[in-house]
């Protein structure tokens, strides 16, 4: 594999330890030397993977990744009334506006647990590593992060326990070109929304959807979700809810942080939720969006 390639697995590996450190040593301003001996490379060649990666410096992209990156995005405030327009990204190479749009099972099928339904799957590379991808008749189902002992089928199993899966990338693969295109390729717009469907409760689904509101390189805070959905005392059950969101990336649970500027967790790690906010947050600045 090319470790240059921004879509390697391997290549978002070295940058998640050097994003690791980054996180730890922030404050003292690591050199790019530092930062190289992370990611088990030489410094120029961490510079030229890094920025290809992320379209700005390693030192640039630093500052994406400090708290108060976090405090000023959330005093700004977030418009969570804005389209989902920007759930994706835009520029040569890159998704120009992708639209989600979310179905949810009937209560009887929730309770199912797709029993009776065969989806297909694949595992395929993002600029945020390995990725299993489930769909239902060109529905997207599932998106999980993979760590490398995660076992694929486990995660489809968890969200949806009684479907009977069967391993066919090529069926999926259409779809993960839409989610993650080639960096080195034109991608055109899409014709439609790329669809989800939802296996949660109506509280649930609310609040997905709360997600797919918050624009591509801002910031929510689990009080401003809770209020969005009209239910402002809920900020607890808010946290439970984007915690078990089964599509990762796609209904951007990693914008949500504390609302004292802390990142908080993320259940596919948080050097990978970093690593998303500040490759948008890098990729807003530098105007890559159309």
Same mark, same amino acid.
């Given at each position: 594999?090319?470790?240059? +390639?921004? +879509? ?5 590996? *070295? ?8 996180? @730890? ?16 490379? #030489? =410094?120029?060649?961490?510079? @030229? ?13 630093? *500052? ?6 976090? %405090? ?5 405030? /977030?418009?969570?009334? =804005?389209?989902?327009?920007? =759930?994706?990204? #835009? ?8 639209? /989600? ?9 929730? %309770?199912?647990?797709?029993?009776? &339904? $065969? ?9 945020? !590593? ?13 998106? *999980?992060? &993979? ?25 999926? *693969? ?8 080639? &960096? ?6 899409? $014709? ?5 469907? &939802? @296996? ?34 809920? #900020? ?24 004292? !500027?802390?990142? !908080? ?26």
């Amino acid at each position: 594999m090319n470790p240059n +390639n921004p +879509n390697n697995p391997y290549t978002y590996e *070295q940058i998640a330890r050097a994003i690791e450190h980054l996180n @730890r040593t922030f404050r003292d301003q690591p050199t790019l030397g530092e930062l190289a001996e992370h990611a088990n490379v #030489s =410094a120029f060649h961490f510079q @030229r993977m890094f920025t290809e990666w992320a379209g700005v410096s390693p030192k640039k992209f630093s *500052q994406y990744l400090t708290l108060e990156y976090a %405090k000023e995005r959330l005093r700004q405030g /977030v418009p969570l009334t =804005a389209a989902a327009q920007d =759930a994706g990204l #835009s520029g040569t190479g890159r998704l120009h506006d992708l639209f /989600v749009s979310i179905e949810g099972v009937t209560p009887g099928q929730f %309770k199912q647990g797709g029993a009776g &339904l $065969t989806m297909q799957y694949g595992l395929f590379d993002s600029p945020f !590593g390995t990725y299993v991808l489930g769909a239902f008749e060109g529905k997207i189902t599932v998106l *999980q992060f &993979l760590n490398p002992t995660d076992d694929p089928l486990l995660q489809l199993q968890t969200t949806w326990p009684e479907a009977t899966w069967q391993h066919h990338p090529a069926a999926v *693969q259409a779809l993960a070109t839409l989610i993650f295109p080639s &960096l080195n390729t034109h991608q055109a717009r899409p $014709t439609h929304p790329l669809p989800v469907l &939802l @296996r949660g409760s109506a509280f649930q689904l609310k609040v997905w959807e709360a997600l797919l509101r918050i624009p591509e390189g801002q910031l929510a805070s689990y009080d401003q979700i809770a209020e969005a959905i009209g239910q402002p005392t809920a #900020s607890r059950a808010v946290g439970t809810a984007i915690g078990s969101n089964p599509i990762g990336y796609l209904i951007p649970c990693h914008r949500v942080i504390k609302k004292t !500027g802390l990142f !908080g967790g993320y259940r596919w790690g948080i050097d990978r939720k970093q690593a998303m906010l500040g490759w948008e947050a890098a990729r807003c600045e530098v105007g890559l969006r159309v």
